[in-house]
């Protein structure tokens, strides 16, 4: 017997086996007819009818999304800033002309320019990274769209437990290596567990326009990491101190417009808990 959809959508996940392409995948799977992309082929994802092979800077993202005819795009790709932009054009054209809406993880650099305040949805774009002003090219893609056609979720720092920062922090510690804190930076942060619940929620209400999903609370970077290390266990860890200023400098994205229901909303305290080994 054929297995019954339990929901009218077709979603497609670009980057489905990244990080919090994955999360986002297995949070949407048992409830959307819910389809994704992968680099690195195995024979596991290549049995998966619902996983597609695609390479970032050889293949035609028009051809999985003609294929699968998504009614939702959700963007969690990485790599070459330009064959992402070719990406995101193929997506933005097919939106363009279809019942689609587009899903698009941007970032808090996209503000990295400012650094004395916090920022918030209806701010002005400003960055002085390549990887800022790459996101901010992405951004401006959407914003031509109709509203209701797409979505900017822009996330401060990810933590999880199984997140790149974390692999690395405990790699750094194992080797007995310094890791890097910036005692000036405050920022909010996020975990892959909120975000993809909040994700299925911008899904299931139809929401629209710009999210700042993160930790409601600003931390120092630093005491943010020390108190992390307590969580995982690692004592006496070698902290570098990094300074690129003598004051506080502000990466940070919070939520003032579009704001999400309680239940939804979290502090950087559950991160840690989250987080306890």
Do not use: W
Request: hydrophobic share 40%; net charge positive; aromatic share 12%.
């Amino acid at each position: 017997m054929t297995k019954q959809i339990k929901n009218k959508h077709n979603i497609l996940i670009f980057g489905a086996t990244g990080f919090l392409g994955s999360a986002i995948y297995k949070e949407l799977c048992a409830y959307f007819n819910t389809f994704g992309t992968y680099r690195t082929e195995t024979k596991a994802l290549a049995k998966n009818q619902h996983l597609f092979h695609y390479v970032l800077e050889e293949d035609d993202a028009t051809e999985i999304i003609e294929a699968v005819k998504p009614t939702i795009i959700i963007s969690a790709l990485r790599g070459n800033f330009g064959a992402q932009i070719v990406a995101h054009f193929h997506m933005v054209e097919y939106v363009k002309n279809n019942n689609c809406k587009l899903l698009f993880l941007s970032s808090a650099n996209v503000f990295d320019a400012y650094s004395q305040y916090p920022s918030y949805e209806q701010d002005k774009t400003l960055s002085l990274s390549k990887f800022g002003y790459f996101k901010i090219k992405i951004e401006n893609m959407l914003l031509r769209l109709p509203k209701k056609k797409y979505a900017i979720l822009r996330l401060p720092m990810v933590f999880g437990k199984q997140s790149p920062r974390i692999t690395e922090i405990k790699a750094f510690y194992k080797a007995k290596e310094a890791i890097e804190v910036f005692p000036n930076l405050i920022l909010n942060v996020a975990t892959d567990f909120k975000i993809t619940q909040q994700i299925h929620y911008i899904i299931n209400r139809n929401k629209c326009g710009v999210y700042h999903l993160g930790s409601n609370d600003l931390v120092h970077y630093n005491d943010f990491i020390i108190e992390l290390a307590q969580t995982l266990e690692l004592k006496n860890p070698i902290l570098k101190q990094v300074y690129t200023t003598n004051n506080d400098r502000y990466l940070a994205v919070l939520p003032k417009h579009n704001i999400l229901p309680k239940h939804l909303q979290y502090n950087s305290n559950f991160i840690i808990n989250e987080l306890k080994q």
